[in-house]
């Protein structure tokens, strides 16, 4: 797996299209420029794969635009040791940048051809987190409480599931909305357990899979 001088000037470029979007947490823009995110591309798009946009990979989802990751990933505040579950997997590109900014990771993805294919990749590229297959709408209590919650995909609504996974003082970021577009936002879980839920921004996510019939 080649990650070669030209791959690692154009992170350089990317990371700098980033900073210049408003993204300013180090830590984040130095997992950017870390990552090689042409090998988690199909071998097709590789020469988009520096490019500021999102990319299918298969099974209906998506590998997230950079600018996207890196604005979920540093409204988590991440510090290194942190506990953070993220729903769904994906390509794990987050999952890496998770990693890369020092948290410790637990990654659901729903999708078995995703999963199967991401548990054995990453760990090609050095990272390791806790894989698991299965509903991420329904999160891991057995492992909770969480630092940090992180949903790449779009929910139609904030699962009350994921809220009592999420540790007093702790934060989640979540796009909510059933369309094709939907709203970013960042709920803080203040010590005594009470919710500050702030709107981001609009952003495109693919649809979170989870239970045939939503219900809050």
Not at 205 to 212: H, I
Request: proline share 5%; aromatic share 10%.
């Amino acid at each position: 797996m080649e990650d070669s001088y030209r791959h690692k000037g154009l992170r350089k470029i990317l990371v700098e299209e980033i900073r210049n979007k408003g993204i300013t947490d180090e830590k984040v823009l130095k997992a950017i420029a870390n990552i090689p995110r042409h090998l988690f591309l199909h071998d097709m798009f590789v020469k988009f794969a520096y490019a500021d946009q999102a990319f299918q990979i298969g099974a209906g989802q998506t590998i997230s635009q950079p600018y996207t990751v890196a604005f979920q990933t540093e409204h988590l505040q991440i510090k290194k040791g942190d506990k953070v579950l993220e729903i769904g997997t994906g390509s794990g590109y987050q999952t890496a940048v998770l990693l890369e900014c020092g948290a410790k990771v637990f990654t659901i993805e729903r999708q078995k051809l995703l999963s199967d294919k991401v548990k054995k990749f990453l760990p090609e590229l050095g990272y390791s987190p806790n894989f698991f297959y299965g509903d991420g709408f329904k999160g891991l209590p057995a492992y909770a409480p969480f630092d940090k919650i992180l949903v790449t995909c779009g929910a139609p609504f904030i699962p009350e599931m994921l809220l009592d996974q999420l540790k007093p003082g702790g934060i989640m970021m979540i796009p909510v909305g059933e369309g094709d577009v939907q709203e970013m936002t960042k709920i803080s879980k203040s010590i005594d357990g009470q919710l500050d839920t702030k709107k981001l921004g609009q952003f495109r996510f693919v649809p979170m899979l989870g239970e045939k019939e939503w219900k809050q």
